[in-house]
Every structure is written in structure tokens, then in C-alpha cells.
């Protein structure tokens, strides 16, 4: 019970004061109430057959219930370089950082550090699904997904292949045939722990076109296809790498097209960056209905590029964010809210063209409805929509002392509330200053995943 916003469409968030969100004990949301007095608990209850004896969880104070972030693409085996990326792009960046890091999960009691750390990292930013990139090693890509299952958090969880020389010949598939058997056993053990994907689920996934020969991307595809998995890869990051491409695949039209040809451009591929696509690729991709993450703190840091988002949107593409760890230096979907406004205020200063800018409401769309359509998780998650699932956290903002004396002050988090601000003022403080403190509950399912100390709720409130 309490206020609660969510995006409606790309262009529109609801902001309701007075809600009350009827969650089952399978976690589904059941009714959604709006104009609901504190009082009128009580009535709600009553209209609702079989909810007298609901627990309520009331947000009491400043804040509002938001829907769960989606992150549509990062990588939790790069963790411990977040932050790292020195006057590095792209190429030089995966030699120098990336494959020797990614190299020492082959060490379980190393993956198992990290990926404890990543998933209660990513969760206390209210993430709530992720689309994961592992690494080579089955064991440790299984252990993500025992993690993930284990504290509750929606997981595409991915073993990469790579069997191309672009990877050092220490941390490299040694052939083909190791690519499909090692990212098979990690499908059948992942379908194993959660038979019906309730919260994790396998996702192929060929690294890049670079990292793969064109037998592994064929071999790859078939197993996606047999399997019936979702399928991830990275795709038009950056100039040198399209030239690599180019070089590696000389028969091919363009980048999107070497994935064409090997029949991996499918409705359940998700393809991250897309910066520097034409005209004509980007068509392809929205003919064969596949998805975009777009991961713009990492554009940035890297060096890759500003993606063309609004274009890419007013083509009809479905796009969500992604914080692609450790190319980004943020593991926040919030922080990359800003950033994708940024990129595209950026583009709108090149172009003198304002209709480039997205919108606080429009990344926030990004952020849940547009990244639950990348994961294919449209029906299930994203907003707060009767049969949806109550994948949601709590926004607690901090409020200012009315007698306003400075000793008076509650700092609770980095956004105070003075009074004065309109509903919609109170969401924009917390797009644009707000972070992890502000997030003081997460749920997925209905079951608690995080709180902070600041959470008074139930603490088993499934
Ligand atoms: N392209 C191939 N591998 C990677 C990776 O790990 N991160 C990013 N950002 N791009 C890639
Ligand atoms: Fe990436």
C-alpha cells in the first residue's frame, strides 16, 4: 500500500499517490487499486474476496513502489575490473583486461566469490532479471545460476564460446565441438534446477563474430534451435572491431549479416551496442524480430560510440539497457538511465536536432517495459499490470526537517524531499541523484530479495 509509479508507454509514467497492489502467494499481482485513503485498507480488503487476512506492507513516509530494473546485458565474471578501462577501446581493452580476469573463473571458489558479490550487487540496485555472460568454465557458469536461483533473482545465464585465436590460447574453447558440448552440459544443468525457467533460464552465447569461426557460430545456432534458447551476443560496438569483422567474414554483407547467415538473428537473440549498424542492418534485425540492448555508459567508456537510439526506436526495434560490466563502469540501471539520456543529448548538440533527447519517462521505459520485451519476459514483468508478477522495489527518499534546523536534517540517502515538489519533480530527483540507498526493499515473485536497514516491513513477505 502507497504510491507507486510505472511506465504505461514509452512516452508515459503513471504516478498513483494512493495505491494498493493485491500480490498472491504465487507472487502474481491480483488487483490494483488506485485513490486508496490509508484508511481505506480496510474497504480494499473488502472489495477483494479472500483478502481479509492479507499482511500489508505499507511504504510509509517519502517514496514509492517501482518496478524492478532489467538489465539486458552485462557480464558478472567482469565484477572485479568494474571501473577499469584505462585509455582502452574495444580490442585492446579484452586483451588487456577482460581475457585475463574472465580467465581465473576457472577457479570455482574464485567464480563463487564474484558472483556472490555481483548478484547481491546488481540486486541491491533493484535489479530484478539480468541477462549474464559467464565465462568458458561449465562449472562456474552453473554456480551463477545456482547463485541466482538461490537468492531469488531472474537470470538469463550464459557460458560463453570463443574458439577463435582473437582469444589467448589460454582461455579459449580448444574446438568446436567443445563449444556445443560445454555450453549443451551447462543448458541441461541450468534446465535441471529450474525445469520451468521460473527464474533462470540458458542463453547461448557466441561471444562475438571475432571470437568465433563460422563452424562455431553455425554449430552454435543449431544448439540454440534444438534447445529452443534464448540466444545473446554483442554486435557494432565499435569501428575497429566492424573492420575486424570485415576482415574475418570477407563474404558477408555487413556485421548484422554474418549473424544472418548463421541463423542467429532469431526473436529470442539479444544483441548488444548496435552503434554504428546502417540503415540497412538495422532492418534485418527488426525483420527477424530480434532485440537491442543498449548499454551506454559502456559506449562512453570504451570509446565505442553513441547509439542512435531514437532512430532505432522510431524504426520500431525493441531496446532495453543494459550496464555491460566491465565495459561500463556501473553496475546501476538507474545510472544508466542517465547515461542513455545523456548519449542522446550528446547526439541532439551533434545533430541540432532536439527530437534525438529521450525523455526521463522514456529511459525509464527502457529501464523495465522495453528491457522485459528484450528478455522475453513481456507478459511477465515490467510494470504493474493485474496477472503480471510483483518484481518491484521500494524507493524511500529522505525528507527535509519542516522547522528546518540543520541538526534536524535526516539524511537517509542522497535525495531529500523539501516539500515544495510535484510528484513527477520527486521521480525526476530520484532519475537524476538518487542511487542503491534509495532502494531499501526488492522483491521478484512477491518473495523479498533485499532490504536495507531502512526497510520496517514484513521480512518474509511472499
Ligand atoms: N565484445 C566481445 N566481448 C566483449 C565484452 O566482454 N564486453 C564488451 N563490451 N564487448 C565485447
Ligand atoms: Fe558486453
Not at 165 to 178: A, C, G, I, K, N
Not at 182 to 202: C, F, L, M, T
Not at 257 to 266: A, F, G, R, W
Not at 279 to 298: D, G, N, V, Y
Request: aromatic share 8%.
Amino acid at each position: 500500500v502507497g504510491p507507486f509509479v510505472h511506465s504505461t508507454s514509452l512516452t508515459d509514467l503513471e504516478i498513483e499517490e494512493k495505491g494498493a497492489i493485491g500480490v498472491d502467494e504465487n507472487g502474481v499481482i491480483a488487483f490494483v487499486e488506485r485513490n486508496v485513503s490509508q484508511a481505506g485498507i480496510e474497504d480494499v480488503k473488502s472489495r477483494n474476496p479472500g483478502w481479509q487476512d492479507a499482511q500489508v506492507i505499507k511504504l510509509e513516509g517519502n517514496g514509492f513502489f517501482f518496478p524492478g530494473f532489467i538489465d539486458t546485458h552485462t557480464h558478472a565474471s567482469q565484477h572485479p575490473n568494474t571501473g577499469l578501462f584505462g585509455k582502452t577501446t574495444l580490442l585492446d581493452w579484452l586483451q588487456t583486461y577482460t581475457f585475463p580476469m574472465e580467465s581465473s573463473l576457472s577457479s570455482v571458489p574464485t567464480a563463487q566469490r564474484i558472483y556472490q558479490s555481483f548478484v547481491s550487487r546488481t540486486l541491491s540496485h533493484g535489479t530484478t532479471t539480468c541477462a549474464y555472460y559467464a565465462t568458458i568454465h561449465v562449472p562456474a557458469t552453473n554456480l551463477l545460476a545456482d547463485i541466482c536461483l538461490k537468492r531469488g533473482q531472474r537470470a538469463l545465464v550464459g557460458r560463453v564460446c570463443m574458439n577463435s585465436d582473437l582469444s589467448p590460447e589460454y582461455y579459449r574453447d580448444e574446438s568446436v565441438e567443445t563449444s556445443v558440448r560445454n555450453s549443451q552440459a551447462s543448458i541441461d544443468y541450468i534446465r535441471s534446477i529450474d525445469p520451468k525457467g521460473e527464474i533462470v533460464k540458458p542463453i547461448v552465447t557466441p561471444r562475438f563474430a571475432p571470437s568465433c569461426t563460422s563452424d562455431c557460430l553455425s554449430a552454435i545456432s543449431k544448439l540454440a534451435q534444438e534447445t529452443n534458447s534464448h540466444i545473446q551476443t554483442h554486435i557494432s560496438e565499435n569501428k575497429g572491431e566492424i573492420a575486424l569483422v570485415q576482415e574475418l567474414f570477407p563474404k558477408s554483407k555487413s556485421y548484422t549479416d554474418v549473424y544472418d547467415t548463421h541463423d542467429l538473428l532469431t526473436p529470442k537473440t539479444i544483441l548488444a551496442h548496435a552503434v554504428h549498424l546502417s540503415p540497412e542492418e538495422r532492418q534485418t534485425i527488426l525483420a527477424r524480430k530480434s532485440k537491442i540492448s543498449h548499454c551506454p555508459a559502456s559506449n562512453t567508456a570504451i570509446t565505442s560510440g553513441c547509439a542512435p537510439i531514437r532512430t532505432m526506436l522510431n524504426e520500431g526495434l525493441t531496446i532495453g539497457l543494459g550496464t555491460d560490466i566491465s565495459g561500463g563502469f556501473h553496475p546501476s540501471i538507474l545510472e544508466n538511465v542517465r547515461q542513455a539520456v545523456w548519449v542522446s543529448r550528446h547526439l541532439a548538440l551533434q545533430t541540432g536536432d532536439d527530437a534525438t533527447k529521450l525523455s526521463t519517462e522514456e529511459a525509464l521505459y527502457l529501464a523495465t517495459r522495453g528491457g522485459a520485451a528484450v528478455v522475453g519476459l513481456e507478459e511477465q514483468v515490467g510494470g504493474f499490470d493485474v496477472e503480471k508478477e510483483w518484481d518491484a522495489q521500494m524507493i524511500h527518499l529522505g525528507s527535509v526537517d519542516e522547522e528546518g534546523s540543520s541538526d534536524a536534517v535526516v539524511h537517509e540517502g542522497p535525495v531529500d524531499v523539501f516539500g515544495w515538489e510535484s510528484w513527477p519533480d520527486k521521480v525526476e530527483k530520484w532519475v537524476y541523484s538518487g542511487d542503491d540507498r534509495n532502494t531499501i526493499a526488492v522483491w521478484v515473485r512477491g518473495r523479498l530479495v533485499h532490504k536495507t536497514a531502512l526497510y520496517s516491513g514484513p521480512k518474509d513477505a511472499t
